[in-house]
Nanobody, 124 residues
Framework: QLQAFGGGLVQAGGSLRLSCVASGRTLSGYGMGWFRQAPGKEREFVGS????????ASADSVKGRFTISRDNAKNTLYLQMHSLKPEDTAAYFC???????????????????WGQGTEVTVSS
């Protein structure tokens, strides 16, 4: 089971750090990703990281502002968000898929395990 937390209300230009914790299983060996879904829109890719943390990928819309990382010893995935914009407002979801690929999974359909969303609201 994955649980995401850390969302909240922040002003434009502010920062937040999201965390995703796994219970009942280790995240070692799993590629991880963050996705977001704004009201009335489809869920979209934000960033991902491979099982070892050696490779990451991020959407063009967040490059240079968001950083994805993981701590396998703590069974936790992170998304550090800086320079937040109103268009970043969405529910953010973490996801996991077993696989020791060198690359980070970016396709939403790849992921089997999903956490509940944590809401991020950026005010202008």
């Amino acid at each position: 089971q994955l649980q995401a937390f850390g969302g909240g209300l922040v002003q434009a230009g502010g920062s937040l750090r999201l965390s995703c914790v796994a219970s009942g299983r280790t995240l070692s060996g799993y590629g991880m990703g963050w996705f977001r879904q704004a009201p009335g829109k489809e869920r979209e890719f934000v960033g991902s990281i491979n099982w070892s943390g050696s490779h990451t990928a991020s959407a063009d819309s967040v490059k240079g502002r968001f950083t994805i990382s993981r701590d396998n010893a703590k069974n936790t995935l992170y998304l550090q968000m800086h320079s937040l914009k109103p268009e970043d407002t969405a529910a953010y979801f973490c996801a996991a898929e077993y696989g020791s690929a060198r690359y980070a999974f970016t396709d939403l359909k790849t992921y089997t395990y999903w956490g509940q969303g944590t809401e991020v609201t950026v005010s202008s």
